[in-house]
Structure formats: C-alpha cells, structure tokens
C-alpha cells in the first residue's frame, strides 16, 4: 500500500462540522495517521447529518464516508479528567492538533493552545473558528450557511436581481474551500517548523474564507468603485458569457472572453451565420449595447437542440463553455474518472471524492472506510503505552468508550 508524503505524521482530529476534520482527510490522503477523537455513545454529531430533514436518503452515511475516511477513531469523554490526561499523552507524540471547538468549550475541556503547547514543543496547534480568534464574535457559533456564504456578501451576489429571494448554499459548499485553506495553513506551520524545529499556532475561520471567495467584487467595494445595476440572466450585459437552456432542459455556459476571435467561431456554430454580418452585432461595443437582443436569439437557438448536441457541436472550436451538470452526471463523468478525481475506496468499487491536489511523484493512499465510534481505542492506548489494566479502568470509568 502507498505510504504516501506524510507517512509517519501523526494528526489529532478533535473537531467536527467540516471545515476542520475536512483538512485532516487531506492530510490522511497523502498518508498522515489521523486519529479521529470523538466522544463516546453516538460520537461525532456529524455523523448524524444524513439524518437531518432534507438530506438524501440510502443505506450508507455519505456525509461520515467523506470526511472520516482513513481516520482511527478513539472514544474520549473529554470532561473527565482521565481522559484529559489520554489526550495529553496522545498530544506529546502528535506532530499535528486540529480544532473547531469555539475558544470557551476548549478552555473548559483543557485543550487550549496553551494546554497543549508545553506538552510538546513541535506540536502544530491549528484552531478553526467561524468568526475568527478575536473580538467581539470570536466565541459565536457558526456554520458555512451563515459565516461563509452569508456574511461575507456571497449569498447575496448570486442573486439574478435585487428582487430574487438570497440563493441557500449547500451542505458543505463553503466548509471544503475552507478545509483547503486550513490544510494550506498545516502545511505551511510543517515548513515552518523544518527550519526552526518548533511548533506553532495556526489559525482560519469561515467568515475570512467567505470574503476571500467574495474576491474580485469583494475587493471592488473596498476600492470604492462604483456599482451597475444588477440584471437578471434575460438582461445580461454581455451574451457570450452567459448561460442558455437547451431543448432538453438543461443549460450550458458560455465564457468567451476574447470576444472578437470567438464571436465569428461561435455563430457558425450556432449555425447562424448571419450574426456575423449582421449590423446589429458587427462589433463588441455594438453587441454590449444590444445584448438583450442577442440573449434572445440564443435562447430560441439553443432551445432547438438537446445539450449532448450542443456539446459535440461546440467543443474543438476553441470556444469556452461549461455544462450546467447535475448531480446525475457526476458518477459518470469521465473526465473526472481519468483525472482521479473520483476514486475507489480500497476493495471496494465504490467512489468517493478525492482532495484536489496532486504531486508527481507521489501517490495518495487509497481511501479506507472511516471508522466506527471507538473502533480503535484499544490500539491507540496500546500504542500509547497503557496495558490492559490501565484500558479497563478507563473504559469502567467511562472516560474511553
């Protein structure tokens, strides 16, 4: 089996909803040993989440296969001290500690930096919060619906027009970019601490990853520019950026921002000619000031033919456009199959996602089922140096489960 670059690390997942565990998943694809910390009975409340109204329903729990994958998992009641104390032995061996927990929960169960730190001086100490570290919101809950899509501007960008009701993100949407910035954070602590041989306290939050995303039009504010209308999709400013419904019902997107190279390519395609000619669309100005005209004729255009048509009529051309995809199309997406983007889980067929990274020369373990609450306990005290006495006594006590 692929050991992977991080063979040898070893991570303490004490977090939960998604961002941060999200980040240890990365770290175990490319080979860290991640132990998932969780407390006992049902465990991490993640699990849960297929439960939740409105979420899929089948027999696997979609949501615990993503992001524990390749995890161990112990069962510690941190409010009991003698579970503080497995955990702080734990931590004295880790080279990483990762953390949701907002900054009042981890004072109370003893997991603090400064809890932790003086355990072990090379220790990575990497806290996720919704709002950041300080402030006034610092201890405020928080989940991406609200901290990254909502308050960093993003769910009310998407919006057509100022009259359409604010577009809900998904489950996830914004706590998996997170996870990337999280992991980026780790890693930059790791190079760190090869230079000078210590640890340190790295930190990310929902609410600065949010604003980061917001990016372009986040920044324009900040400039003071100044703002146009917003149109809806009818409206557009410009139709060969804009997305269009095929006969079918489903859509694609246009991306053609060399406009005078591809406009020519594109209406032959569309099998309209004539545009090219045309007086109306002769150049980009003319086509921006008439773009509710040309919005229209290729929604009567591409509404005559069904999207895999349009797809083999459009690609080679050197036009850029995208499927509008639905979940439908992912299991199949070939693409994504050739670039291992979706990939088995070990001695199974079925998929899951891989992290989106890839470094040649190397290769990413391949993905082991996440684990059952507790599943390792015994292994990890053992590993830890507590015989079966000790293990008794702790599972008795109720700090191990």
Not at 105 to 116: C, E, P, Q, S, W
Not at 159 to 173: E, K, N
Not at 210 to 221: D, N
């Amino acid at each position: 089996m692929e050991k992977g670059i991080f063979s040898g690390l070893k991570v303490l997942d004490c977090a939960s909803f998604i961002a941060a565990p999200a980040a240890a998943t990365v770290l175990s694809d490319f080979g860290a040993d991640v132990i998932k910390i969780e407390p006992p009975g049902a465990g991490d409340p993640y699990r849960n989440l297929p439960n939740l109204p409105g979420y899929p329903t089948g027999e696997h729990n979609f949501a615990w296969l993503l992001e524990a994958r390749n995890k161990k998992s112990i069962a510690l009641d941190l409010a009991k001290p003698e579970a503080q104390a497995v955990l702080y032995r734990l931590v004295e061996e880790a080279d990483v500690f990762i953390t949701n927990m907002p900054p009042p929960v981890r004072a109370k169960l003893g997991i603090t930096h400064d809890h932790l730190a003086h355990l072990n001086d090379r220790l990575i100490y990497a806290s996720f919060t919704g709002y950041g570290e300080k402030g006034e919101e610092a201890n405020k809950p928080g989940f991406d619906s609200n901290a990254y899509w909502a308050r960093s501007g993003l769910m009310d960008l998407v919006r057509a027009d100022t009259d359409t009701t604010p577009a809900r993100s998904v489950a996830g949407m914004g706590d998996h970019p997170c996870a990337m910035a999280f992991y980026g954070a780790i890693v930059t602590a790791l190079y760190q601490r090869e230079k000078t041989g210590k640890g340190s306290h790295v930190a990310s939050n929902l609410m600065a990853n949010g604003v980061w995303a917001a990016s372009v039009l986040a920044q324009a504010k900040l400039c003071g520019a100044k703002f146009g209308e917003r149109r809806p999709r009818e409206r557009a400013l410009n139709a060969v950026a804009n997305h269009y419904q095929c006969k079918d019902g489903r859509w694609l997107i246009l991306s053609l921002l060399s406009e005078e190279k591809q406009f020519p390519a594109l209406a032959k395609c569309l099998g309209r000619e004539d545009l090219i000619s045309d007086p109306r669309f002769a150049t980009k100005a003319d086509r921006q000031a008439r773009s509710v005209e040309l919005v229209q004729i290729f929604d009567e255009t591409f509404a005559t033919r069904d999207l895999a048509e349009w797809r083999k009529i459009l690609d080679g051309n050197g036009l850029v456009f995208g499927v509008v995809a639905i979940l439908d199309d992912i299991p199949n997406d070939k693409q994504m199959l050739d670039n291992e983007v979706l990939v088995p889980f070990e001695n199974d067929t079925m998929l899951t996602i891989s992290s989106p990274i890839w470094i040649d020369g190397t290769k990413k373990v391949r993905p082991r089922k996440p684990p059952g609450v507790g599943e390792h306990s015994d292994e990890i005290l053992r590993e830890a140096g507590y015989d079966e006495a000790a293990i008794k006594q702790l599972k008795s006590s109720g700090a191990v489960g």
